[in-house]
């Protein structure tokens, strides 16, 4: 298995970057997962640290996101 995890940043090559990860993860479904790191901090914004791009210290979101898209493939059958 291979967990990808797409990028949140304020920057031009993250959208590209993200498109492809999720292609690739469909084209791969049998062995892959993304993580939508992207949608899931965009809803909560304020739990990232100073930079507006990693999570903070006390940040839970980023395991849970990676533990909940596991999870949820191994519930479609993978």
Known sequence: MLV???AHAPVS???GTNDALS???ATHSNNVV???WDATISA???ELAGDG???GMSN???AQAVKDAITNWIKQGH
């Open 13 to 15: 090559w993250v959208p």
């Open 53 to 55: 791009i990693h999570p």
């Open 4 to 6: 990808l995890i797409n």
């Open 60 to 62: 839970t979101l980023y």
């Open 44 to 46: 909560y914004p304020d």
């Open 34 to 36: 993304l993580v939508d």
């Open 23 to 25: 292609d690739f993860a």
